[in-house]
């Protein structure tokens, strides 16, 4: 491989998914854009290496806290959604898969909590977000999001899958990339 075209397909797609974050202005965006930011780095994962695309997501982490304008959706790509790609490929090697979700679940509720108590107890949001007609909604918004969880783990699986299918030789011709 060479390393210019190493090079270039990080800065490509670290451009691309901090795009994704810049576009959190729009509020509709705050869960679903990190989540595509961080999917965004898949390629690199393929076509270089997840301890590589640590750097990537590191960059775009950095930048993000910087210039995109969500609360939320910056902590939500730091403490997830911008590295989960990269692990992602790492649990997957797991041979059993139970202990795989077990691992992968875990991983969310952990970090899905830790970003809330951050966002809560060291930035300064409000409680109040989280209740609705009076009603702290906390669980609720945990449990759902579990399931949107288990359903972006399986995108990501497909988009993999689409990636290797119809992009994978094209990017490595572009950028160099042949192993």
Do not use: C
């Not at 108590?117 to 999001?145: A, K, P």
């Not at 288990?150 to 699986?157: E, I, K, N, R, S």
């Amino acid at each position: 491989m060479k390393q210019a075209g190493k090079v270039a397909l990080g800065g490509v797609l670290g451009a691309l998914s901090l795009t994704f974050m810049l576009l959190t202005f729009f509020s509709v965006g705050t869960y679903a854009l990190p989540a595509i930011a961080g999917a965004v780095l898949i390629p690199y994962v393929i076509e270089i290496s997840p301890r590589s695309a640590w750097m990537v997501y590191a960059s775009v982490a950095i930048l993000s806290l910087f210039i995109s304008p969500d609360l939320e959706a910056k902590v939500l790509f730091l403490s997830f959604f911008g590295y989960y790609p990269i692990i992602k490929a790492q649990l997957e090697r797991i041979k059993k898969r139970p202990l795989e979700w077990v691992f992968k679940l875990a991983l969310f509720n952990v970090a899905i909590v830790l970003s809330y108590y951050l966002m809560l107890n060291v930035f300064g949001l409000s409680i109040e977000s989280f209740t609705l007609f009076g009603f702290n909604i906390v669980y609720i918004m945990l449990f759902v999001g579990n399931l949107i969880f288990v359903l972006y783990d399986l995108a990501l699986t497909n988009l993999v899958l689409m990636y290797m299918r119809v992009l994978h030789k094209r990017v490595a011709r572009v950028f160099h990339l042949n192993k």
